[in-house]
Structures are given as C-alpha cells and as structure tokens.
C-alpha cells in the first residue's frame, strides 16, 4: 500500500513539474489552451485517472470568481446600453430614468460624466434632482457636493448657486466643501483673485474668511490697496457688520486712500437700515456734495427712517435738497407733500399742489391718496368729497389704495356711495387690481381696515382662486361675501 501511495504521488508531482522528462506532453493534454477544442468524455475520464482533484477551497473561490465576472459583465452590458440610448440624437435623460425605473449610483454618476463631456449642464442638475427623489437616502451632503464641485469646475456658477439653495431647503448644513469650489468659481470670474474671493466670501457672509484672505495678502506681500478696502467695507456695510465697516474707513482715511462712491452708499444704506439717523445724514451729505446720484430705493429707506422717528419735516428738507441736486421728480414731491399731509397741515400740502400746478407736474394716484388720507385723517368729508370729484377731471385713475380710501372712509361717516358709482360707470372697477402708489405712503399711513382685510381674506383663498385675475369689482364682491361691505365700513 505504501508503494502505491508513494508512486501515485510520485507520479503526481511528475505531472506538474514543468521541468521534467516528457512533462511538456503531459502538461499539454491536461491543461488545454482558451478556446480549444474540448477533448472527448473517455479522455477527460482517463485524465481523470491519475489528476488530482482541485482542492475545495479553490472551486469556492473559483465560482465566486465567476459569479463576479458575470455581474460585471450584465453591469457593463447595461451602462453600454444606459450610454448607447443618451448617444440618440434628441435623448431625454430624465425619459430614459423614468422608463428604466431608477439608476444604480455607478449608472447614474456615469450619466452625470456623459451630461458633462457632452455640455449639456441644465441637464446634470435636472437628473439630479429625480435620480435623488427616488431614493431619499441620496439626498447628503456627499452627493450635493460632487455635483456643485462638477458645476463650478465648468463655470456653471448659477446652475452651482441652485443647487446650493436646493441643499438649504432639504435641510443639509453646507461645508468649506460646498463652499469652496463656489468660492473658487466666483472668484475666476473677478479679474483680481484676491478681489473676487474677498467678494465670494462676502457673498456667502463668510467674514471670518474675509480677514483671513486679508492677511494671507500681506503674508505673500502683496499689501491691499484702495480696491480691496473699498470692497471690503462694501461686503461689511451689507452685512451690518458696523465696527468692522468703520475701522476700515477710518484706516482708509489715515491712509488717505480713495473712497468710492459705491462705499458710501453701502455705508449709507447701512446706516438708514440701522436708523441712525446722526451718521445716516453725515454720509448722505457726502454723497449729495460729490453729485451721486442716489436710486430712489435708498432714498426711500432715508425717507422710511425720517416717519418712522416722527421727524416730519425732515422730509421736506429731503425733497428740496434733491431737487435742488438732480432736478424735480416724482418722488421728491411725494416727499414733499408727505411732510405735510403727515403733520395733517392743509395749509402746507395746499402750498405743495401750488407749486405742482405751477411746474406743470403730473397729479398722479401717489399724490391723489396722499391728499385723500390727510382729509380722512382730518375728517374733513367737505374736502374729501371734492377731490373725489375732481380725480376723473385730473385723469386719476383709482388704485387698490384708492378704494381702500374710500371704504375706510365710509367706516367712519362718510357717504362714497357717489364716487364708487362713478367709477362703475367709468368702468374703473372692472380693472385689474394695481397697487401704484409709493410705498411710502403706506409707510407714513399704514394699510388701513380694508386693505388689511383684503390680504386676510385673500390669504385664506384656494390657491387656483389666488391664480385668477381680480378686478376691483371682484375684490369688492369678495368682501362683501365673507364679511359684508357694511360690515367693511363700520368699525369693530
């Protein structure tokens, strides 16, 4: 037995030396070559006879080997085929998700890279954006940032900044890797890459970061200058950052550098939003001196501070100096007459629509109200009644402030029955509902019981009614069905 044993083995080992006597021949019958021809059923039984079997742990290890090379073959079958369809002219990727169901995250980031190769960037984002509705297990951090950073990398800033948004709403705190390609992109777009990343983090209201590109500045020699402090008083001033705003601008003026204009609206912006009212003119009397022209939003906020501190007559002031500095305007008289109508003066505001007439200016809605408040005001329903009267002659036409007006007035005692008649006949009520007056006057006034009562009946409407276009008409019936004019017009 022994001697069997020793020469099977002998023989075994005879068979897989490569370097023995006859073993090429040997060799060449058992291990055959790719694709040759298969031996016959005797022959594999007569190799059978003196082969050993493999071992078991090597079968195991053989058929999971084949299971893995089937699995990526039907893997790859299937992304050649995922990409044979986006090849079509005219192919619709977000189609061709909804016709395959959904997207393992290899097929769907391989999508992404042939979007990308091919320029269609709309596209990444709008598969993105279904692809991770599926499964809501995608909607990370992880996979919002691969796809910003893909976005930026092409220059697609908007497309980058949406998605951003997007990532918010889902509730996802953003990361320095979210924010940095944004930062990174925003910045190639500035010619100064110190600039535009003092910009871009300002953007995002990263002031830290601000202070720290500062000093990696002076750290690489490269000292600011005039540009990258105006910017950065500008990035403070819209962040409400005060002190930093004003350390800046004092060193600005110790250094004697140059002060853009830009700067000094921000810091007057920044004041007027702040209300302080002692710096907020300082600055606007800088600006009015060097002859800049200032956006009627931001005088609208200096006008906003003076209402709101009762400082009146400051708005009179407000309109001559512009006047005086740009020319007269619609705003400025409606600054003007605002001074008076909210001293409740009819003495002043008789003064105001004098000049008016005599400048040959325009008597428009802002104006018409801001008389028909004072009177209402006043209780003054002899002169209220008047200018009612006399707005068709004028070519007033009402707005949702006007008929406002008129049923407030009616809450308190006054008969508009005639007016509202009028303007019925004149076919006003069967416009589109407008708001055309300043939102100053709303400012100095407040809404009123019928506005008020209009966003609140509003608000409760369904959304497809919200859609529909109201005329004044139609707003009129509306509170008449869910509270009752009459009960518009008396007070609670």
């Not at 490569?18 to 021809?37: D, E, H, I, L, Q």
């Amino acid at each position: 037995m022994e001697n069997v044993l020793t020469q099977s083995h002998t023989h075994f080992c005879l068979a897989l030396n490569p370097n023995s006597r006859g073993s090429k021949s040997r060799n060449s019958s058992v291990f055959t070559k790719p694709f040759a021809k298969f031996t016959s059923l005797t022959t594999r039984i007569g190799h059978a006879s003196f082969d050993p079997l493999p071992p078991l742990t090597d079968s195991v290890s053989d058929s999971k080997h084949t299971t893995l090379l089937v699995e990526t073959y039907h893997v790859h079958n299937s992304l050649r085929n995922l990409l044979a369809k986006l090849e079509k002219e005219d192919s619709c990727p977000l189609h061709i998700l909804s016709e395959d169901g959904d997207w393992s995250k290899d097929h769907f980031w391989a999508v992404v890279r042939f979007l990308k190769k091919a320029s269609r960037f709309t596209e990444i984002l709008q598969v993105f954006d279904m692809w991770k509705n599926i499964e809501t297990s995608r909607i990370n951090e992880l996979n919002y940032n691969k796809i910003i950073s893909l976005l930026c990398e092409e220059g697609m800033m908007e497309g980058a900044l949406s998605a951003l948004q997007e990532m918010k709403i889902q509730g996802l705190k953003p990361s320095l890797d979210t924010y940095n390609p944004i930062i990174h992109g925003l910045s190639r777009e500035d010619t100064e890459t110190y600039d535009g990343l003092i910009r871009a983090y300002g953007k995002f209201q990263m002031y830290d970061e601000m202070g720290k590109c500062v000093k990696k500045m002076e750290l690489d020699g490269c000292s600011p200058d005039h540009v990258t402090y105006n910017i950065l008083i500008q990035e403070y001033a819209q962040g409400g950052l005060l002190q930093r705003m004003e350390k800046l601008y004092q060193r600005m003026l110790s250094k004697r550098m140059q002060l853009q204009s830009s700067t000094l609206v921000a810091m007057l912006d920044a004041y007027a939003i702040f209300g302080i009212v002692e710096k907020m003119e300082k600055f606007y009397r800088k600006l009015l001196n060097s002859k800049t022209c200032l956006e009627d939003d931001l005088i609208r906020k200096l006008a906003e501070v003076y209402i709101k501190s009762y400082m009146f007559s400051r708005l009179e002031d407000l309109g001559l100096e512009l006047r005086s500095a740009f020319g007269e305007s619609d705003l400025v008289w409606c600054l003007r007459l605002l001074s008076y109508a909210c001293l409740l003066s009819r003495k002043g505001m008789d003064i105001i629509v004098r000049e008016m007439q005599d400048a040959k200016a325009r008597l428009n809605v802002t104006i018409a109200n801001i008389i028909m408040l004072a009177y209402m005001k006043m209780r003054d329903f002899k002169h209220l009644r008047i200018f009612l009267s006399q707005l068709p002659i004028y070519g007033v036409k009402p707005d949702i402030i006007t008929i406002g007006i008129l049923f407030d007035a009616e809450r308190i005692g006054f008969d508009g029955s005639g007016a509202l008649e009028t303007w019925r006949r004149m076919g006003y009520l069967y416009r589109i509902v407008e708001m055309k007056t300043d939102s100053l006057v709303l400012t100095a006034f407040g809404k009123g019981h019928f506005l008020k009562s209009y966003e609140e009946v509003y608000s409760s409407l369904h959304p497809q009614d919200r859609e529909k276009s109201w005329t004044y008409y139609d707003l009129i019936a509306l509170l008449s069905k869910h509270i009752g004019t009459k009960d518009c017009m008396k007070p609670k």
